[in-house]
């Protein structure tokens, strides 16, 4: 069998570049941790009350 001869082109060193870019890219995504979907978590301390335990929804009472 004749051996097959590959000349690269130009085009070809372009196109391995931006494959290698978006391998790098994919990586750096891929090593962040995974997203905490659970909405139930809370990441703060809510704010206290300004009215008070009687107060509704953050409203105070008319009086």
Known sequence: MAK???FPLQSDQKHVAQVRE???KA???LELPQPDTFLGRQTHEPFPSEQGDDALDGQRRKA
């Open 4 to 6: 097959q001869t590959h």
């Open 22 to 24: 978006a391998i790098r």
């Open 27 to 29: 990586r750096k995504v």
